[in-house]
């Protein structure tokens, strides 16, 4: 199994900023696809941030203008900005890598972010 190591969650009050972090090991050919979920007591998971091996991005509605995500090719790791967080935002984010040749699709243990009012 391939360890995903994520980092940056945390307890900050509405308004305020974090940045989380997702490293893969190196060993790992190609990923594709590096991307953010979360999921908020009861509910599902739902997709905050996505980003491609060239660049292109996708962002849940609820985080458009307020999350930014970046990826690192050379170090195999993922960045996601959160800016102007909300109580809503709180939950346990979730780091995925994808690859296509090979197939592959890994899942980090989460990390928890609560953001307080």
């Known amino acids: 199994q391939v360890q995903l190591v994520e980092s940056g969650g945390g307890l900050v009050q509405a308004g305020g900023s974090l940045r989380l972090s997702c490293a893969a090991p190196?060993?790992?050919?190609?990923?594709?696809?590096m991307g953010w979920y979360r999921q908020a007591p009861g509910k599902q998971r739902e997709l905050v941030a996505v980003?491609?091996?060239?660049?292109?991005?996708n962002y849940g509605d609820s985080v458009k203008g307020r999350f930014t995500i970046s990826r690192d090719n050379v170090k195999n790791t993922v960045y996601l900005q959160m800016n102007s967080l909300k109580p809503d935002d709180t939950g346990v984010y979730y780091c995925?890598?994808?690859?296509?040749?090979?197939?592959?699709?890994?899942w980090g243990q989460g990390t928890q972010v609560t953001v307080s009012s």
């Open positions: 190196g060993s790992i050919p190609s990923i594709n696809v």
């Open positions: 980003i491609t091996r060239i660049g292109s991005t």
């Open positions: 995925n890598v994808q690859g296509l040749l090979p197939h592959f699709d890994f």
